[in-house]
């Protein structure tokens, strides 16, 4: 009985916030989107893609008025919310379809204005300097993707990588289920940019402030070789989906497959601010393990989070973890733990089927 009731102390929430009405897993894919952000301050937002709101918890987990909403009028969003950051007492909001970034005070949610900003692929991320963004028209159509720092006006300091141009699959009549692409990733404060450049194989960090390359991280992956099998269901579905954009999706497109998978998939930032390198295979996604790097040393390092719950815990601050709850009735939901008691908390309460 001692046993039992010692877990479940160490099972037991800080605080937590279950009535969000947002009905589907707060899973934070550190790549992709920045759906919970948990700011220095200790308060937490959350990203309502359906109301279009972001959704702030105080530091006790106490709801705060939420921000934006649907509409065209200032601190409202017209579209699709791709991402949030929050540096130095700001918090920003990507509005991708828009091409518009709106920005609130942290301390009262005061709409501070927003500001446009062209081009197309990826969100831009705010960084403690002014923006970083990995996109695939933002120098114009002579190019290909490029990683790029911008100041606070949004003029060009560093174009860090830049590839050749590759024609598109419309124009050669072949496409690659796996190619080898450009990858992007920032710290929690905002202070390092990483991108992967294919052609190297390495990533490449640089000084938000002053614009500069500083680090150097080569994971070291050894190549896999590519699986066809894989590549010829790949191709099934990616022809389906083209078939579904129209006539110009239904153009004879044939496969080309390469020797290996691409070296990298993907970077992120995890919960705790270390970058964290996925090799490629076709089951990255899933299962294939990242290596792990301290993003100021380029020293390879362990995650505090399991790799079993790596997209449950939504950020690490100090002495504390932010983790995500579900339940089929209650819909969404967060929690903050101590963080002695992450794993325990975790095993408790898993997310409901």
Do not use: C
Not at 99 to 107: A, D, L, S, T
Not at 146 to 158: H, K, N, P, V, Y
Not at 209 to 228: L, Q, R, S
């Amino acid at each position: 009985m001692f046993l039992l009731l010692l877990f479940l102390s160490f099972a037991e929430a800080e605080w937590r916030a279950d009535e969000l009405e947002i009905f589907n897993p707060l899973l934070q894919n550190f790549m992709t989107s920045r759906t919970v952000v948990v700011s220095e301050t200790g308060r937490v937002y959350i990203l309502h893609f359906e109301d279009r709101v972001i959704v702030r918890l105080d530091e006790d987990g106490t709801r705060l008025p939420d921000l934006g909403g649907k509409g065209q009028g200032p601190g409202e969003f017209g579209g699709f919310v791709g991402g949030i950051d929050v540096i130095d007492g700001v918090i920003y909001a990507v509005e991708n379809y828009g091409k518009r970034i709106h920005r609130f005070n942290e301390g009262d949610g005061a709409v501070m204005g927003s500001v446009s900003f062209k081009g197309f692929g990826t969100a831009p991320r705010r960084t403690a300097a002014g923006w970083a963004v990995l996109d695939l028209g933002i120098f114009g159509d002579s190019r290909g993707p490029s990683g790029a720092l911008f100041d606070d006006e949004w003029s060009l300091r560093t174009e860090a990588v830049t590839w050749p141009k590759e024609l598109s699959s419309y124009e050669t009549g072949q496409i690659n289920p796996a190619p080898e692409t450009a990858q992007m990733a920032v710290t929690l404060n905002g202070e390092r940019v990483f991108f992967y450049v294919p052609e190297t194989r390495v990533v490449l960090g640089f000084d938000a402030g002053t614009h500069e390359k500083v680090i150097t991280i080569d994971p070291k992956f050894t190549p896999v070789p590519f699986d066809e099998d894989w590549g010829k269901q790949r191709y099934k579905e990616m022809k389906k989906t083209r078939r579904q954009r129209g006539p110009r999706g239904n153009a004879s497109i044939k496969p080309v497959y390469p020797d290996f998978f691409p070296r990298i998939s993907r970077l992120e930032t995890g919960p705790a601010g270390n970058l964290w390198i996925y090799p490629g295979t076709h089951i990255a996604y899933e299962h294939a393990r990242p290596k792990i790097f301290e993003p100021f040393s380029g020293k390879e390092t362990t995650s505090p989070v399991p790799y079993a719950f790596r997209y449950r815990v939504l950020a690490i601050r100090g002495d504390h973890a932010y983790v995500s709850l579900f339940h089929d009735e209650q819909g969404a939901g967060v929690a903050r733990v101590r963080r002695d008691n992450l794993v325990a908390f975790l095993r408790a309460n898993p997310l409901a089927e």
